[in-house]
């Protein structure tokens, strides 16, 4: 094989860019991810997405998660979906629609699937699915990086990724996999979330760094990408998620929901001005040929 068709054969990042927008109703679509599992990156997810409902957005909700949906327990939804015609109604709880595999598929029975399955069952939850106007899509993600990553950057465009990590290196190596493909299919960061940051005791008060400290934190400096906020380490926000009530709607006064509203909070901001950015940053024709004509600087 010659040099030029080796090279012609190789996938380039452009190729995963979406061709067109199966969901133009929504205005932010977000992706929350982890490098590895077992850090509450569904617990994350979920919370977060009632968050932002209860600060007055729009918001639906993706468990992209085919083989391990979690998501309809953790919102505590029994109703399944509906249907309009050939189109799937998402079911709802606290506010905020959802759609997940788990809906469709008994408790006990695992998914077997390979990718191209997994691939087509995305796609339709992106286009059979009535979404409607929402401000905010959170997708939950499988752990990892994988089928459904890169199926996303192909189907819609993306506002950006949320990585959920613990502070102990073991998972931030992960989270650096993940930072960096993200960056491969050109899907910004929006930020790392540190989950599980620190554990206060209900009786003494004393605080224990159970999973270390502080390695979200210096993931995000090293990536230079934002830092969202830590959230405290509690057997409440986990109960929250066994009984179906997120702890943001359980305990509105707990440590852990104030740092889910904060980062809900920083989220809102963050998105509005990009929005704004892009309304106000359009260069008009005249300054583009100011800019062509204009010879480069020399150093």
Excluded at 13 to 30: C, M
Excluded at 58 to 85: E, F, H, S
Excluded at 174 to 186: A, C, E, L, S, T
Aim: net charge negative; aromatic share 6%.
């Amino acid at each position: 094989m010659s040099e030029e068709s080796s090279k012609s054969s190789e996938p380039s990042v452009d190729s995963t860019a979406p061709i067109d927008n199966p969901i133009p109703g929504v205005k932010h679509v977000i992706a929350v991810s982890s490098g590895k599992g077992g850090v509450g990156k569904s617990t994350v997810t979920a919370n977060l997405a009632v968050a932002l409902s209860l600060a007055g957005q729009k918001v639906g909700l993706m468990d992209a998660d085919i083989y391990g949906p979690n998501i309809p327990t953790m919102m505590g939804i029994t109703q399944p979906p509906g249907k309009d015609d050939k189109k799937i109604l998402p079911a709802e709880g606290y506010g905020v629609k959802v759609i997940s595999m788990g809906f469709f598929v008994p408790e006990e029975t695992p998914v077997v699937w390979r990718g191209p399955m997994v691939h087509s069952a995305i796609q339709q939850f992106f286009r059979d699915v009535v979404w409607g106007e929402l401000d905010y899509l959170l997708i939950d993600l499988p752990p990892g990086t994988g089928d459904v990553q890169l199926t996303l950057a192909q189907l819609v465009p993306m506002t950006g990724a949320i990585t959920v990590t613990t502070p102990q290196e073991v998972a931030l190596q992960d989270v650096r996999k993940g930072i960096v493909m993200f960056q491969k299919v050109n899907v910004p960061i929006l930020g790392v979330i540190e989950n599980m940051s620190y554990y206060v005791c209900g009786h003494c008060g004393e605080r224990t760094d159970i999973f270390s400290h502080g390695g979200g934190e210096q993931a995000a400096r090293k990536f230079e990408v934002p830092f969202l906020g830590s959230i405290p380490l509690d057997p409440e926000i986990r109960h929250s998620g066994d009984v179906g009530k997120p702890i943001v709607i359980a305990n509105p006064s707990s440590p852990q929901t104030e740092a889910l509203k904060a980062i809900a909070a920083t989220l809102i901001e963050k998105t509005m001005r990009s929005s704004s950015d892009d309304q106000e940053g359009a260069p008009s024709i005249s300054s583009l040929l100011q800019k062509i004509k204009k010879p480069l600087d020399k150093k």
